[in-house]
């Protein structure tokens, strides 16, 4: 069984820094894509970064030259390090997992929500002004 768990969230002022951690258990897949997605209060969910098992990624316009995505395979651990963070950030923040990536010209699409079929329980990220 998949588990995704995440840590990490917390309150910064704008302009600071957070690094999310997403602990992977269960997932045997050679080939996958994992990312993170996140939801402010009465939005949507939505992208913010995604990576696949051959270490290509991709980012939201949002959140390009802030967040970088990364994998630890030997501690089965995702990170996204978010600096430069604006109120505009706040959200809650999920990892997610599935077996399928997507790909255009070659590159990582970014994930969308729908892509994932295995979630976290989120991690809550709080920018203030």
């Known amino acids: 069984q998949v588990q995704l768990v995440e840590s990490g969230g917390g309150s910064v002022q704008s302009g600071g820094s957070l690094r999310l951690f997403c602990a992977a258990s269960?997932?045997?897949?050679?080939?996958?894509?994992m990312g993170w997605v996140r939801q402010a209060p009465g939005k949507e969910r939505e992208g913010v970064a995604g990576?696949?098992?051959?270490?290509?990624?991709s980012y939201a316009d949002s959140g390009k030259g802030r967040f970088t995505i990364s994998q630890d395979n030997a501690k089965n651990t995702l990170y996204l390090q978010m600096n430069s963070l604006k109120p505009e950030d706040t959200a809650m923040y999920y990892c997610?997992?599935?077996?399928?990536?997507?790909?255009?010209?070659?590159?990582?699409?970014?994930?969308?929500?729908?892509?994932?079929?295995?979630w976290g329980q989120g991690t809550q990220v709080t920018v203030s002004s």
């Open positions: 269960g997932y045997t897949y050679s080939t996958y894509c």
């Open positions: 990576i696949d098992s051959f270490g290509s990624t």
């Open positions: 997610a997992a599935d077996r399928k990536a997507y790909y255009s010209g070659g590159y990582l699409n970014l994930p969308a929500p729908a892509d994932f079929g295995y």
